[in-house]
């Protein structure tokens, strides 16, 4: 069985600050990453996904996030956050097996942009 | 575009009733899912279904049921209402494949078990 952990469930940073959104993992296959966002009182959209290749994936909004196989770690981070950043961020696997297609989803972190 | 609506928005009912949540899309999608989301526990799976007359359980199937009679259309029922089925649905869906799909999520419905 698969499982998602977000460290963090709140994270509060300053205007054009860095940001650094945490996600580990456990599973016993090798697994698809995805970080999806949701903004207030919508549904939740994909920000980015790893499936193979390169380690470090870019996303829409000038997000970013690094698949680490030795650490089970898939960290979400963007260089300079904007008020319009503020929303609650999932991160999410799916693992390669007959159930490749269902995610597990972390708890979510709420990002809060202050001014 | 194509979209994946979902109805009521909000919906308040009492316990014991049954209720009926509709989700559809027009993405012609064959992977369907229905998400509950609460607070401290993120997406969890109730049901989903990989194509017309296909359904399967989730994580937290209990008291719901789903039937996919079209490529269009999920809907989800709880037989007899309770108050720990008050929570924010979601629907979404993606392609057919291998796992690496992105699923397209609806608008949720919040509903409410007095």
């Known amino acids: 069985a698969q499982s998602v952990t977000q460290l963090d469930s709140q994270v509060p940073v300053f205007e054009e600050a860095p940001v650094e959104l945490r996600c580990n993992y456990s599973?016993?296959?090798?697994?698809?990453l995805f970080w999806y966002v949701q903004y207030p009182n919508q549904g939740l959209q994909l920000l980015l996904k790893?499936?193979?290749?390169?380690?470090l994936v870019k996303g829409i909004n000038g997000f970013e996030a690094e698949f680490n196989k030795s650490q089970t770690s898939f960290h979400l981070r963007k260089p300079s956050v904007h008020i319009s950043d503020t929303a609650e961020y999932f991160c999410a696997v799916s693992d390669l097996t007959g159930s490749a297609r269902q995610l597990t989803f972390g708890s979510g972190t709420q990002l809060t942009v202050l001014p | 575009d194509a979209e994946i609506t979902q109805s009521p928005r909000h919906k308040i009912t009492e316990t014991g009733r049954q209720v009926t949540l509709a989700c559809h899309q027009t993405?012609?999608?064959?992977?369907m899912f229905w998400y509950r989301q609460d607070l401290g526990h993120g997406l969890r799976l109730i049901h989903y279904s990989y194509g017309v007359h296909d359904t399967n359980k989730g994580e937290v199937s209990d008291g719901y049921s789903v039937s996919r009679s079209n490529t269009e259309d999920l809907p989800l029922t709880l037989e007899s209402a309770a108050s720990s089925q008050t929570s924010v649905y979601f629907c979404?869906?993606?392609?057919?494949?291998?796992?690496?799909?992105?699923?397209?999520f609806g608008p949720g419905t919040r509903l409410l078990v007095l």
């Open positions: 979404a869906s993606s392609e057919a494949g291998w796992g690496g799909e992105t699923q397209y």
């Open positions: 993405w012609n999608h064959n992977n």
């Open positions: 599973s016993s296959v090798s697994v698809y």
């Open positions: 790893y499936l193979s290749g390169s380690t």
